[in-house]
């Protein structure tokens, strides 16, 4: 069974950093595509990093772009996003996801998700 167990999060100043853990169960991050996705409250969830298996592609949304950062461990089948320079803006509950076929950083690609953690970035 896919599983996938987030950990991290929290509440942080503007300017702070954090780092999300996604560990991976059941199943090997390497054959999927990845995604971070988020969702504040009254948006939709949006994607803000994702990885195309097919071509090992990444893509950053524009306002996470430099700031934040996707990293994995295939040892620990363990995939992390660190979140630096935080905004207000980022505050959200986040959530990594893996797709079969995830070609477009879009949530109705992704087959399996975590449980979400809640970031809170203060003013």
């Known amino acids: 069974e896919v599983h996938l167990e987030q950990s991290g999060g929290g509440l942080v100043q503007a300017g702070g950093s954090l780092r999300l853990s996604c560990a991976g169960s059941?199943?090997?991050?390497?054959?999927?595509?990845i995604g971070w996705f988020r969702q504040a409250p009254g948006k939709e969830r949006e994607g803000v990093f994702c990885?195309?298996?097919?071509?090992?592609?990444?893509y950053y949304d524009d306002s996470v772009r430099g700031r934040f950062t996707f990293a994995s461990d295939s040892a620990k089948n363990t995939v992390y996003l660190t979140m630096n320079s935080l905004k207000p803006e980022d505050t959200a509950v986040y959530y990594c996801?893996?797709?079969?076929?995830?070609?477009?950083?879009?949530?109705?690609?992704?087959?399996?998700w975590g449980q979400g953690t809640q970031v809170t970035v203060s003013s």
């Open positions: 059941g199943f090997n991050f390497d054959d999927y595509g």
């Open positions: 990885l195309n298996r097919d071509d090992n592609s990444t």
């Open positions: 996801a893996v797709g079969v076929v995830a070609d477009i950083c879009l949530k109705e690609w992704y087959d399996y």
